[in-house]
T-cell receptor, first 112, second 113 residues
Framework: DQQVKQNSPSLSVQEGRISILNCDYT??????FLWYKKYPAEGPTFLIS?????DKNEDGRFTVFLNKSAKHLSLHIVPSQPGDSAVYFC???????????FGPGTRLSVLP | NAGVTQTPKFRILKIGQSMTLQCAQD?????MYWYRQDPGMGLKLIYY???????DKGEVPNGYNVSRSTTEDFPLRLELAAPSQTSVYFC????????????FGPGTRLTVT
């Protein structure tokens, strides 16, 4: 029973183009969402978050969009760079809790 | 700051052996977590702690134990290792609200044969 799904195991994008990573969740009570990036042999590092009171949050090249009615969020990376090649995890949780449910990850490859 | 450190980086255990995975953080974070990541899967929470002396079970606690005697350290104990515990284990820490950002260690790759 996966509460957080990332249906694309992998994604390849040309350098300079937009990368769009998608995430779906099943629990409508989730109200806080995070994206993490993970390089091989390293722990995940935090990228960006969004609360359910917003539908968009930007940080430099990274933008997260939240569609609560569809229980869907997406991470946009513009422009994509080869250094963005990594596994990206979506995580969902509650605003008054500290526990987050992680998706299985999407491996992004940015081709030069 | 070293951030979150984990030892060992790799370990091979025989079935039935026990071991402790060490985790330490020097950021004075109240919250600490243990996750496991199986191939092709997301991170699953094993145990977490909201402060020294306070621990609680996560999604997959069976076969593990934790203790939190200091703010800095959060060791994970495996008793009677089983092949199903072959995984990569990550320790993480975070501040209390409003920041939910978790800082992760580099992981421990454990194989049980």
């Amino acid at each position: 029973d996966q509460q957080v799904k990332q249906n694309s195991p992998s994604l390849s994008v040309q350098e300079g183009r937009i990368s769009i990573l998608n995430c779906d969740y099943t629990n409508s009570m989730f109200d806080y969402f995070l994206w993490y990036k993970k390089y091989p042999a390293e722990g995940p590092t935090f990228l960006i978050s969004i609360s359910s009171i917003k539908d968009k949050n930007e940080d430099g090249r990274f933008t997260v969009f939240l569609n609560k009615s569809a229980k869907h969020l997406s991470l946009h990376i513009v422009p994509s760079q080869p250094g963005d090649s990594a596994v990206y995890f979506c995580a969902a949780g509650y605003n008054y809790g500290q526990n987050f449910v992680f998706g299985p990850g999407t491996r992004l490859s940015v081709l030069p | 700051n070293a951030g979150v450190t984990q030892t060992p980086k790799f370990r091979i255990l025989k079935i039935g052996q026990s071991m402790t995975l060490q985790c330490a953080q020097d950021m004075n974070h109240n919250y600490m977590y243990w996750y496991r990541q199986d191939p092709g899967m997301g991170l699953k929470l094993i145990y977490y702690s909201v402060g020294a002396g306070i621990t609680d079970k996560g999604e997959v606690p069976n076969g593990y134990n934790v203790s939190r005697s200091t703010t800095e350290d959060f060791p994970l104990r495996l008793e009677l290792a089983a092949p199903s515990q072959t995984s990569v284990y990550f320790c993480a820490s975070s501040y209390s609200r409003p920041s939910y950002e978790q800082y992760f260690g580099p992981g421990t790759r454990l194989t049980v044969t």
